[in-house]
T-cell receptor
Framework: NAGVMQNPRHLVRRRGQEARLRCSPM?????VYWYRQLPEEGLKFMVY????????ESGMPKERFSAEFPKEGPSILRIQQVVRGDSAAYFC????????????????FGPGTRLTVL | TQLLEQSPQFLSIQEGENLTVYCNSS?????LQWYRQEPGEGPVLLVT?????EVKKLKRLTFQFGDARKDSSLHITAAQPGDTGLYLC???????????FGSGTKLNVKP
């Protein structure tokens, strides 16, 4: 998927544990988006980050979920005290997103992390 | 807020048939993107349409952006099993920080 890396591909957690999902954007991309997808449903926006900044987290649940995109290293989506309802596929996308050129707002997706909460 | 409506939700056809799926909105977009997602994978960008009335062709896929830039269609000619997947549309452009995807059209092409 165009160079966006996500790991792990599959993650199993028991209720109450923490889940950490990692996303390395494409080279040269400084914008990262996280989405959640339930089976047979579309993609739901969660959060949009640039390096060291959360730009829009309006799609994130207010509790237990957090995201970061540090100056160095991958973006991390962290889910604390997971519950069964958190089971889903989580996708990360990156974009070069330069203002003024709509084509550069195209997103490139990773293969996703499938989280299963037992 | 769901800005985009896609139809039909599900489509099951035989190999060789033609089909059209739609992406509609009451909002005007500076551009619109189409993605295809295969089972177990992330979405893959197919095309970006920018100009009202624009038509883009990608092999057997024809994408059209409405004149008013509120809607778009994807027409597939002589569908093949490899076309099976979830087709998603999303507004592009600099006006949106949130990428609201349509709910998608799930296409199944039977051999």
């Amino acid at each position: 998927n165009a160079g966006v890396m996500q790991n792990p591909r599959h993650l199993v957690r028991r209720r109450g544990q923490e889940a950490r999902l990692r996303c390395s954007p494409m080279k040269g991309h400084s914008h990262v988006y996280w989405y959640r997808q339930l089976p047979e449903e579309g993609l739901k926006f969660m959060v949009y980050l640039q390096k060291e900044n959360i730009i829009d987290e309006s799609g994130m649940p207010k509790e237990r979920f957090s995201a970061e995109f540090p100056k160095e290293g991958p973006s991390i989506l962290r889910i604390q005290q997971v519950v069964r309802g958190d089971s889903a596929a989580y996708f990360c996308a990156s974009s070069p997103r330069v203002a003024g050129d709509v084509r550069l707002n195209e997103q490139f997706f990773g293969p996703g992390t499938r989280l299963t909460v037992l | 807020t769901q800005l985009l409506e896609q139809s039909p939700q599900f489509l099951s056809i035989q190999e060789g048939e033609n089909l059209t799926v739609y992406c509609n909105s009451s909002s005007v977009f500076s551009s619109l993107q189409w993605y295809r997602q295969e089972p177990g994978e992330g979405p893959v960008l197919l095309v970006t349409v920018v100009t009202g009335g624009e038509v883009k062709k990608l092999k057997r896929l024809t994408f059209q952006f409405g004149d008013a830039r509120k809607d778009s269609s994807l027409h597939i000619t002589a569908a093949q099993p490899g076309d099976t997947g979830l087709y998603l549309c999303a507004p592009g452009g600099d006006n949106f920080n949130k990428f609201y995807f349509g709910s998608g059209t799930k296409l199944n092409v039977k051999p």
